[in-house]
């Protein structure tokens, strides 16, 4: 049986944390940032969890990590 492959895009996105869960980078931080409130633009700095609803689809791009 072949082995089974990690979706390069999801393991330079998603990095998992000690207890397990799975962080991401907020969206919306890119560009056009001119008309965003700085507090706003503070608060997509940080990281973010992956829902549940996502979680699913996340570990089947990256089996064996989790």
């Known amino acids: 049986m072949p ?3 990690t979706n390069s895009s999801a393991k330079k996105r998603f990095k ?4 397990g869960k799975v962080k991401r ?3 919306f931080h890119n560009h056009i940032l001119t008309k965003k409130e700085t507090k706003r ?9 992956v ?3 996502d979680m699913n689809n996340v570990k ?3 089996p ?3």
């Open 41 to 49: 633009k503070r608060s997509l700095q940080k990281f973010a969890l």
């Open 16 to 19: 998992i944390t000690g207890s």
């Open 25 to 27: 980078k907020q969206a």
């Open 51 to 53: 829902s549940d609803a």
């Open 3 to 5: 082995k089974m492959k």
């Open 60 to 62: 089947f791009m990256l």
């Open 64 to 66: 064996g990590k989790l």
